[in-house]
Nanobody, 124 residues
Framework: QLQLVESGGGLVKPGGSLRLSCAAS????????VRWFRQAPGKEREGVSC????????HYTDSVKGRFTISRDYAKNTVYLQLDSLKPEDAAVYYC?????????????????WGQGTQVTVSS
C-alpha cells in the first residue's frame, strides 16, 4: 500500500525544537509537492508549510514563518519539517500530504497521499 509515514513528534517545552519526518513508502516522492498540515482539538485543519517537487519553492503560513523550516532529501525519499521556537499554540497533530504536479501550497482536497499524523505537544 502506497502511503506516507510521519515521525518525530513528541512533548517539548515552549521554546524547544522538534524535527518531523515524512517518508514515502513504496513510491518515490521526487515528483510530488509535499505539504504539512496540522489540526488541534476543536480547530480546523490548517496548512503549515509546503515544498515543491523541485525543492525550489517553499511556502509557510504566517504564524510559523521564521520558526519552521521545510526541506527534502531525495536520497532518503523524505520531507522534513524543522520546528523551532515552539509555542503552546503549535500543539496539534501534524500530517503530511503529497500531491503530484501541483504548485505550493495545494489544497487538502487535491492531495493524493496522506500520512497517519504525529502528535506535537508543547507544554511546560
Amino acid at each position: 500500500q502506497l502511503q506516507l509515514v510521519e515521525s518525530g513528534g513528541g512533548l517539548v517545552k515552549p521554546g524547544g525544537s522538534l524535527r518531523l519526518s515524512c517518508a514515502a513508502s513504496k513510491f518515490s516522492l521526487d515528483y510530488y509537492a509535499v505539504r504539512w498540515f496540522r489540526q488541534a482539538p476543536g480547530k480546523e485543519r490548517e496548512g503549515v508549510s509546503c515544498i515543491s517537487s523541485s525543492g525550489g519553492s517553499k511556502h509557510y503560513t504566517d504564524s510559523v514563518k521564521g520558526r519552521f523550516t521545510i526541506s527534502r532529501d531525495y536520497a532518503k525519499n523524505t520531507v522534513y519539517l524543522q520546528l523551532d521556537s515552539l509555542k503552546p499554540e503549535d500543539a496539534a497533530v501534524y500530517y503530511c500530504a503529497a500531491a503530484g504536479e501541483r504548485l505550493c501550497p495545494f489544497g487538502a482536497n487535491v492531495a493524493e497521499y496522506w500520512g497517519q499524523g504525529t502528535q506535537v505537544t508543547v507544554s511546560s
